[in-house]
């Protein structure tokens, strides 16, 4: 019981998928030859009647209309397949060649940064050390004018006394 239903998925099969592989000639551009598919049909139900001696057997005509192949359709195609690809590599050429720039941009970039970023810290190590002598100096200055001070408060009263 279970043979019969497979046959008959068998000689479907056998059916439409030629018919599909001739009907799509947009989508195909390598054309499957139609002495290979009607030679494949012909074979395909005498294959299939060795196999299934119980079920029946349906012979098909071989295919004699298969659509013509237009060579200069495809020549064209080609060619319009082939601007496009060749116009893609490029684009893409293209890119390769501005980001190939723009890295050996970012590298020198980069080292200028590294050489700013040493004088950076140079400067900072100065302005620290002139900071430190600045506060050091600031220091020694308050120290003078307490001690100027101090010699100020001492000459008064010796200039004060006089009669």
Known sequence: ???????????????????????????????????????TTAASPSAASTTTASAPVATKPAETSTPPVMAGALRSDIARQDKVIKSQIDAQQSLLKKNQELAKQAAKLDE?????????????????????EKKTIEAQNADLAKKHDAIKAAEKPIATTPN
């Open 1 to 39: 019981m279970k043979l019969l239903p497979a046959s008959l998925l068998l000689l479907a099969a056998t059916a439409t998928i030629p018919a599909m592989c001739q009907s799509s000639t947009k989508s195909n551009l390598v054309s499957t030859g139609g002495a290979t598919a009607a030679s």
């Open 112 to 132: 200028k940064n590294k050489k700013l970023a040493e004088k950076n810290k140079k400067l900072e190590a100065k302005n620290r050390a002139f900071n430190d």
